[in-house]
């Protein structure tokens, strides 16, 4: 079925740039779109951002457009989401997952804080 | 653009089976969904793709008692012969190009 794991979160301050990294592993990860979707504390699942198997194609959310980017990278089998401008609105876990029919394969996540 | 509407909250007794809800928004009724478990302090899990004819696939290793239906807009996840770990929240998930789009969750209490 596949197993992905992020890294790369941790605390940053307001106005700030932090990588994410998702690593990949158990599927042929160039055959899939791939997205990140994050929880706010207390809060519902919202999607961020998703690209096409080859990086042709991404999309965004509005409210990180111009300020995340998500990239991939296949030869590494590795997804990143670079976040820049961060706001304490962005304080979530953020998770990258596989599509296909919906996200069939999660992984457990990072945490991002952004405070000072 | 399409918007999914749950229920905050459902509750149903140890043993007997619930049905969780999940509606498209107006001209979205034809759009396949994805149905999501998330325990508490847990990444999600996929327990199934449910087309808009009720026709269902399941991930692996999610148990009989999970199963899916649709009518018109509203997509829906049974659960039978409910068990205490299967308190958790329950997300809806669809997508079209460009977007992807989460409902609101429902947080199912066992009793």
């Known amino acids: 079925e596949g197993q992905l794991v992020e890294s790369g979160g941790g605390l940053v301050q307001p106005g700030g740039s932090l990588r994410l990294s998702c690593a990949a592993s158990g599927f042929t990860f160039n055959k899939y779109w791939m997205s990140w979707v994050r929880q706010a504390p207390g809060r519902g699942l919202e999607w961020v951002a998703t690209i096409k198997e080859d990086g042709s194609e991404k999309y965004y959310v509005d409210s990180v457009k111009g300020r995340f980017a998500i990239s991939r990278d296949n030869a590494k089998n590795s997804l990143y989401l670079q976040m820049n401008t961060v706001t304490a609105e962005d304080t979530a876990v953020f998770y990258c997952?596989?599509?296909?029919?919906?996200?069939?394969?999660w992984g457990q996540g990072t945490l991002v804080i952004v405070s000072s | 653009q399409v918007v999914l509407t749950q229920s905050p909250s459902a509750s149903a007794s140890l043993g007997a089976s619930v049905k969780l809800t999940c509606t498209l928004s107006?001209?979205?009724?034809?759009?396949?969904i994805a149905w999501h478990q998330q325990k508490p302090e847990k990444g999600p899990r996929y327990l199934m793709k449910?087309?808009?004819?009720?026709?269902?696939y399941k991930g692996d290793g999610i148990p009989g008692r999970f199963s899916g239906s649709s009518s018109g807009a509203e997509r829906y996840l049974i659960i039978s012969s409910l068990q205490s770990e299967d308190e958790a929240d329950y997300y809806c998930?669809?997508?079209?190009?460009?977007?992807?789009?989460f409902g609101g969750g429902t947080k199912l209490t066992v009793l």
């Open positions: 998930q669809t997508w079209d190009t460009g977007i992807r789009v």
């Open positions: 107006s001209g979205h009724s034809s759009y396949d």
């Open positions: 449910l087309n808009s004819d009720g026709s269902h």
């Open positions: 997952a596989r599509e296909g029919g919906g996200y069939q394969v």
